[in-house]
């Protein structure tokens, strides 16, 4: 009912940026509540890197506090991540994870399928 789709992943070097992004798209009229970025590095548990409310209040984890920043634009159903000085322990894939509410499902929760991160060092 609702896809997510991340983009902006890649390779960079050590102290570099990258920006990623999640856009939600439905066939149906939809709402996108809370959205959630994650990581999961090869062999680690998946870790909660930023959360952004349907508000706009974006929350950091402390492991990537002062260098993430999470954002939303509610025109464009998009919320982005702004990752800078990256770290080689940066290296992971990023998943977007939101709760949307649909007019024929109701409030569901959902994943993208994930975008690479690599940074080297």
């Known amino acids: 009912q609702v896809q997510l789709v991340e983009s902006g992943g890649g390779l960079v070097q050590a102290g570099g940026s990258l920006t990623l992004s999640c856009a939600a798209s439905?066939?149906?009229?939809?709402?996108?509540?809370?959205v959630n970025w994650y990581r999961q590095a090869p062999g680690e548990q998946r870790e909660l890197v930023a959360t952004?409310?349907?508000?706009?209040?974006?929350s950091i984890a402390d492991s990537v506090k002062g260098r993430f920043t999470i954002s939303r634009d509610n025109a464009k159903n998009s919320v982005s991540i702004q990752m800078n000085n990256l770290k080689p322990e940066d290296t992971a894939t990023y998943y977007c994870n939101a709760n949307v509410w649909t007019s024929v499902g109701g409030s569901n929760d959902y994943w993208g399928q994930g975008t690479q991160v690599t940074v080297s060092s």
């Open positions: 439905s066939r149906s009229f939809f709402k996108i509540n809370d």
């Open positions: 952004i409310t349907s508000r706009g209040i974006g």
